[in-house]
């Protein structure tokens, strides 16, 4: 959703932007025309060095406000990390419509307001990451706006009750398959279409304009003999809802995942798991899984960390500068059953992302291992609490597959407590005497961001 008086930059241009970084925003087009035809390619720039002000700050954090400013609808760019003129100008844009001063740098409350301002945008269209089974890609999705879905010969559609906004994945392989011909097709198919932008580079093409009376988004990419894509088309009407969305989708778009391990498991290049803190020294648990080949972790509001141990599907990560957190109590050894209350932080990219913990319910199969029913993205690594708030265990995610008959859905287990005490001893710490209970828990157990480049 725009905020008032604020005019969206040319939203098709910027979607254009190759995961190489070559990129950069394009100048705004007059508002009938939307885009800006280039015949000649661009140079692939060097990567600029963020301002001062904003070097300081993490990576991951640059990425999160960049994504939220797309979302407030005052940054059309690529989400990763650079933040260069157009970046600094859209904090601008955001303290001018919040009548702040327009320093282009966040002070801690503005940082609050614009993240709670994107968080609002999202939930109301009910912003989820989607791994499309049907063709391997991931994408993030606007539920609420796009609610029905079924399945079609080349992916997978989703739409809105009375069609004004679809969204179609697809998937092309074969050993003739090119990706010059699919840009093509694109270009000349459906025949009621009007193409005012396309960019053919490298593995990846971009092609967009009007559809009849509706704006459309087609971005593919290619690796080996296959494509993998998303066509978004909507109607004009909803574009003040929908310019946002398409650029928050544009950025979170993954044609080929960056790798699968263990045999098919999703290894996104930023991962958000859940820790527990388990020591005084700044010790965190985590998910072994979601932390794997990082290559820098970092724990808000704590700093950087590094793993320090990895055992029985558990990472031990030691975060520097952490001294003086207050740790969970470890319960004994005696398996569990039943229910229990997880407490961990959601991924930030859902509609129930937060920073602060948040708990949910769940109960332990038979074999006191099973977690049903599997808590959200982001709780990886969350802790498993028992009737008397003590630290029954970590939970750790099941292998994800994705694309082919064998697609398995995505599940979670209890490594139990004794396994995190054993995981402490392998680095010669014992478990510290921590507190119980839920708002000890809470205040225990922090976001993990593990970041690929």
Known sequence: ?????????????????????????????????????????????????????????PEAERIAIQLDLIWT????????????????????????????????????DERLRLERAAKTV?????????DDRTTGAQLGLPTKLVPQQRATDKGTHWQSRHGQIQVDTFRLAGPSVTLAQAFEQQKKEPRRRRVEYRVL????????GLQGLKKFYVRAHEKGHEIRGVTVLYDQATEGIMDPVVIAMSNSFEAFPTSLV?????????????????????????????????DFILVPGLGRAAKAAEQNGLALLHVYGARGSTPLSLANDAAQRGDVVLVGVADPQTQDGRNAA?????????????????????????????????????????????????????????VPAASVKALLAKQGSAPAAGHTGLEAAKAAVVRVICVRE
């Open 262 to 294: 263990d045999g098919g498991e999703l290894k996104r290049k930023v991962q958000y798991a859940s820790g527990a803190v388990v020591s005084a020294a700044g010790d965190v648990v985590t998910d072994a899984r979601t932390v794997a080949e990082c």
């Open 201 to 208: 580079r490298g593995d990846f093409f971009v092609v967009s």
């Open 122 to 130: 999202q939930q109301r269209a009910g912003w989820k990451m989607i």
């Open 358 to 414: 948040s708990t949910v319910k769940a109960g332990l199969g038979a074999d006191g291992v099973s977690i049903t029913p599997a808590p959200g993205p982001g709780f990886a690594g969350a802790a498993a609490l028992d009737a008397d708030g003590r630290l029954v265990g970590i939970v750790a995610s099941r292998p994800q597959r994705v694309a082919g008959p064998n697609s398995a859905a995505a599940g979670a287990t209890l």
């Open 1 to 57: 959703m725009r905020r008032g008086g604020v005019a969206l930059l040319t939203f098709l241009g910027c979607l254009a932007f190759a995961a190489d970084g070559f990129a950069r925003p394009f100048a705004p087009a007059p508002r009938r025309s939307l885009v800006v035809r280039r015949s000649a390619r661009p140079a692939k720039p060097a990567p600029k060095k963020p301002p001062p002000a904003y070097a300081a700050i």
């Open 73 to 108: 609808g005052d940054y059309n760019g690529m989400a990763n990390g650079e933040f260069g003129e157009a970046s600094v100008a859209a904090v601008k844009s955001f303290q001018r419509n919040i009548a702040g001063k327009e320093t282009g740098i966040l002070n801690p």
